[in-house]
């Protein structure tokens, strides 16, 4: 059973930083990009930062580019996203994503999903 573990989500104030965790199982990590969506309140679920597979290459969109970090760790099957310089608007339920040899990953491309973890940044 493949599951997609989140953790680190929480209340931050505005210029503070946290470190979002997603400890992956039932799936060869190593063969899958991995990934980090987002979804604020009212709005649709969109792309934050990815890594390949082969952890070569990293992936972010324009609004959390020099502020936010991806990485992952193989040897325990855990991806990161440290986040710097938060805004109110990074306020979302941030989800993990998963996607077979995957390398900037597209909401149709993903396998699996974690449940997500809610981020809140006050001014």
């Known amino acids: 059973q493949v599951q997609l573990v989140e953790s680190g989500g929480g209340l931050a104030q505005a210029g503070g930083s946290l470190r979002l965790s997603c400890a992956a199982s039932g799936v060869p990590f190593s063969f899958y990009g991995m990934g980090w969506f987002r979804q604020a309140p009212g709005k649709e679920r969109e792309f934050v930062a990815a890594?390949?597979?082969?952890?070569?290459?990293?992936y972010y969109t324009d609004s959390v580019k020099g502020r936010f970090t991806i990485s992952r760790d193989n040897a325990k099957n855990t991806v990161y996203l440290q986040m710097n310089s938060l805004k109110p608007e990074d306020t979302a339920v941030y989800y993990c994503?998963?996607?077979?040899?995957?390398?900037?990953?597209?909401?149709?491309?993903?396998?699996?999903w974690g449940k997500g973890t809610l981020v809140t940044v006050s001014s």
């Open positions: 890594v390949t597979w082969s952890g070569g290459r990293t």
């Open positions: 994503a998963a996607d077979y040899l995957g390398s900037r990953l597209t909401e149709d491309g993903v396998d699996y």
